[in-house]
């Protein structure tokens, strides 16, 4: 699963050929979750409330690169890395 994105601990991950609707995986420690990329709720899994906050902060600034790199991800194509948090 290529990884798009990391920040403050966090990688974000996208399946190639995944099933809908488009999601993200968001992964730290020993937590992971699959993130909604419309909606930004959580589909499947859990992460701490900190974590979660920062993913979302997150997804809200790169949401076209998410959608972008799904579209890709369906093809399949390479997908592009997007910028951390800062």
């Known amino acids: 699963m290529p990884e798009i994105s990391r920040f403050f601990g966090i990688v974000i991950k996208m ?3 995944d099933h809908a609707p488009p999601h993200f995986h968001a ?10 990329i419309h909606t930004l709720d ?3 899994g859990q992460l ?11 997804a809200l600034e ?12 369906r093809k399949p194509e390479n997908l592009s890395k997007i910028e951390p948090l800062k």
């Open 42 to 44: 959580i589909l499947q």
């Open 27 to 36: 992964e730290y420690g020993e937590e992971e979750a699959l993130f909604d």
């Open 48 to 58: 701490s409330k900190r974590a979660k906050m920062l993913v979302v902060e997150w």
């Open 62 to 73: 790169h949401r076209e690169e998410l959608i972008s790199n799904w579209n890709k991800a």
């Open 15 to 17: 399946f190639y050929n």
